[in-house]
């Protein structure tokens, strides 16, 4: 690889307030905004095919909160109130309101966790090395805001000159008008706080274009180097899967763009499938690609919305000897397809006899968004079982899914919106309970989709960590074999207030919490909520100081002075005594506090 750099932005972003957390679950405030990412091409010669703007996608964008007074959206998190079978670690602010797909990787001793930044940003790469206290190593955004990053893969090859090991992430894009970015977007994240933007990968065929991708699946070389070989994308504009050959990357020139109708990029297209049902209500949404091993071998799941799960021997599309003409599926289409089911994505048990598949608009009291079928017979696949809302879990929507078959083969972990994580174990007659579960929205005001996009499980030490990614929130960190921390009493120990003008005649109040503990030591990572005299609300996370500060901007120029009063204190399972809140320095009562005009 040659690896000029044309770059990004360099640096390692500064740790503002991240300590070991030792007495409860971490609420990290990241202090970190999305940086702009230069270079990418815009296409407006490729006609826009995103199916993000097809209809109303709960997961898209058109779903986000509307803006708080203070800005930004609900953040409020609730840690311990819905939760069991693990124990909360932490709880990281991604500063955005779209955090999207997740997705993990070891390099050497640190491991990583990588989530896609839905319409803010391109994605946010944090160190879970020390799962108590994520540390965000680069958060990034793209130039155009009209782009949108629904997905995030993760993989990793070896330099042919060299010998050494490089990590890569695929991003996937879509764009919301003809002035975003759209493509798969190779980034060399070795070292993570200094990516290096490889190659746009979009094919400008008048015949066969496409640009916009949904999701797209990255396998594994089928000789067994454990090294990327193959990105399996959704063609929005042509409603179907292409199968790109990445084995060459080492020869792309770093900050190239890749047409792979041109012929000229070491990126080549080597596989398709197009269901004879394709259009645009009937495409695919996402692919799934396991090597199952054995007489099974690699199989590609694809979830093909209206068509219903096709699968395919992943052979005939690695390369297709025939690009012109379908492989004939294991599966066809409308085989797997429940009645008035969209099957939005799908996973398979590990000896490939069950498949699950997943609709994230099924919402009623009854309905099975979750089903099993096994398919030993493939022109005749039957239903084995279905997750019944209001029976095996409450009512809402789900949406990705997920099996670790190193970790637990028998266990589907479920990114389910509201819910956020919950996992279900099953055999081959279907599922056998509830497993496990924790929520972090839990507001009756929070809507349906927001929380978990998807999980992905690591061992750590001698822990088993999941990681959700929380659309609204950012990242929460769960435990499944750590002890529960102590409790810990805290309450506020200082507010100091202070206020600037604005302009027009109106002015802005600042108030800086300082929280601590029974002995008056600081205490890192709480939550303060509290509300304004002149309406809204404000929330900020403390450092390692134990302080944060809070502002309301644009106040009437009328009004002389306003008040502040905290509402809440939290942290994990932490107590709040507001009866101890004081203020040394004698301007509030610790609970609140009035601030005057300038």
């Known amino acids: ?113 990588v989530q896609a930044g839905g319409q803010e940003a391109a994605w946010i790469h944090t160190d879970v090395t020390t799962p108590s206290s994520p540390v965000i190593r680069g958060s990034f955004k793209w130039l155009s805001s009209s782009t949108y990053t629904p997905d995030v893969k993760t993989f990793n090859q070896t330099e042919d000159t060299t010998g050494t090991t490089r990590y890569y992430i695929a991003l996937s894009l879509e764009r919301l008008s003809s002035g975003g970015i759209c493509g798969v977007v190779i980034v060399d994240v070795t070292n993570p706080s200094d990516p290096i933007l490889v190659t746009q990968i979009y094919k400008n065929d008048p015949g066969d274009f496409w640009c916009d991708v949904h999701n797209s699946s990255v396998e594994d070389d089928p000789n ?73 071998g690699r199989r590609a799941y694809l979830a093909y919305w209206d068509t219903g799960l096709v699968i395919l021997n992943a052979a005939d599309v690695t390369p297709n000897a025939n690009f012109d003409i379908n492989p004939i599926p294991l599966v066809g289409p409308n085989k797997i397809d429940p009645p008035g089911f969209l099957t939005h994505h799908a996973f398979a048990s590990q000896d490939g006899s069950l498949v699950f598949i997943q609709d994230e608009f099924l919402n009623t009291n009854g309905g099975q968004p979750v089903q099993m079928w096994e398919f030993s017979n493939p022109a005749n696949p039957t239903r084995v079982d279905g997750l019944v809302l209001g029976t095996d879990v409450p009512v809402n929507p789900p949406h990705n899914l997920e099996i670790r078959f190193d970790i637990d083969p028998n266990r589907l972990y479920v990114g389910w919106y509201k819910l956020g994580l919950q996992a279900f174990d099953f055999d081959s007659t279907g599922f056998m309970g509830r497993a496990l579960y924790h929520q972090v929205q839990t507001e009756p005001t929070d809507d349906v989709y927001d929380g978990s996009w998807g999980v992905r499980l690591e061992n750590i030490g001698t822990n088993l960590y999941i990681f959700q990614s929380d659309r609204r929130y950012g990242l929460i960190v769960d435990c499944t074999n750590c002890p529960p921390p102590p409790q810990v009493v805290m309450h506020v120990g200082d507010l100091d207030g202070s206020s600037t003008p604005a302009s027009g005649g109106k002015w802005n109040a600042f108030v800086t919490i300082t929280v601590h503990d029974a002995s008056e030591a600081p205490v890192a990572n709480a939550v303060v909520s509290g509300s304004w005299s002149v309406g809204g609300t404000s929330q900020c996370t403390t450092t390692g100081s134990g302080q944060c500060t809070v502002n309301r901007n644009n106040i009437n120029k009328n009004a002389s002075s306003v008040t502040f009063t905290v509402t809440n204190v939290v942290r994990g399972s932490d107590t709040y005594n507001s009866v101890a809140n004081h203020d040394p320095d004698g301007d509030s009562n610790g609970t609140l506090i009035t601030i005057n005009k300038p």
């Open 1 to 113: 690889m040659k690896h000029q750099r044309m770059l990004l932005w360099f640096g390692v972003f500064a740790l503002l307030g991240l300590l070991p957390l030792l007495s409860s679950p971490a609420l990290t405030d990241s202090g970190v905004e999305p940086r702009e990412l230069p270079w990418l091409r815009e296409t407006p010669e490729i006609p826009v095919g995103s199916i993000v703007l097809r209809r109303h996608f709960p997961e898209h964008p058109g779903r986000s909160q509307p803006p708080r007074p203070s800005g930004g959206c609900d953040k409020d998190v609730d840690l311990t109130s819905t939760i069991s079978g693990v124990v909360a670690i932490a709880a990281q602010d991604n500063k955005i309101c779209t955090s999207s797909d997740i997705d993990t990787y070891v390099a050497g001793t640190k491991t990583y966790v």
């Open 224 to 296: 067994g180097s454990g090294e990327g070989r193959y990105i399996y994308l959704t063609a929005d504009a042509r409603n179907d899967m292409r199968v790109l050959d990445i084995g060459n990357l080492s020869l792309v020139e770093v900050g190239s763009t890749c047409d792979i109708a041109d012929g000229t990029c070491p990126i080549t297209e080597v596989g398709r499938y197009t269901s004879p049902t394709a259009n645009n209500d009937n495409y695919v949404h996402d692919v799934t690609v396991i090597n199952h091993g054995g007489t099974v």
